[in-house]
């Protein structure tokens, strides 16, 4: 048990340096402070991840980026609609409708922060090629979205790694992260 401890807090570790150079960028971008804490993470088979995640007819905005070359994975980045509203109002100093082409383009471009940086790092640290796909973008209910990414991994012995940040500029925003092999 100490052994797994161990490995996850590395883990939290390595995501935390990839977050905070994302972090540092998010703030020269936005002229603001950027804090980005990770105080909770978690390696867990798919159906406890449903559990953790909350309620599954909750609807949010996710955005997911499969990963290849030589580690394949995905990474699905998860937010409530009034913290995605916020990152774009933070990105344009205005309110923009959620269907918009610009709406999406600004969340594309913070996602791509959080998770390039994060995938460097690890690369970095693993000496592995990895290169992100173009990231699909879903607002719909939770419990669909795990259904939809999780479907492609039809071994349901798989687990994935829960990770659970909270990012500080103005406001508190929470938004998970999962990894998913």
């Not at 804090?35 to 909770?40: A, E, L, S, V």
């Not at 383009?105 to 992100?132: D, M, Q, V």
Request: glycine residues 4%; hydrophobic residues 45%; aromatic residues 8%.
């Amino acid at each position: 048990m100490n052994y797994i401890k161990e490995r996850l807090e590395t883990i939290r570790q390595l995501f935390n340096s990839g977050i905070m150079q994302s972090a540092d960028v998010l703030s020269k971008i936005i002229n603001k402070q950027v804090y980005i804490k990770i105080p909770k993470i978690y390696l867990l088979p798919i159906d406890k991840a449903f559990k953790v995640m909350g309620k599954p007819d909750e609807k949010v905005i996710s955005i997911y980026t499969k990963v290849r070359k030589e580690i394949k994975t995905g990474v699905l980045l998860m937010m409530s609609e009034d913290s995605a509203k916020h990152i774009v109002k933070l990105g344009t100093k205005s309110n923009l409708p959620k269907n918009s082409s610009r709406f999406f383009g600004i969340l594309e471009e913070f996602a791509n922060i959080l998770i390039s940086y994060f995938l460097n790092t690890l690369s970095n640290c693993l000496r592995k090629r990895i290169i992100p796909d173009v990231p699909d973008f879903a607002f719909d209910m939770k419990g669909a979205i795990l259904d939809s990414i999780f479907a492609e991994h039809k071994n349901e012995d798989l687990e994935v790694l829960l990770i659970a940040a909270d990012i500080y500029c103005e406001n508190n925003l929470k938004i998970s992260f999962i990894i998913v092999p």
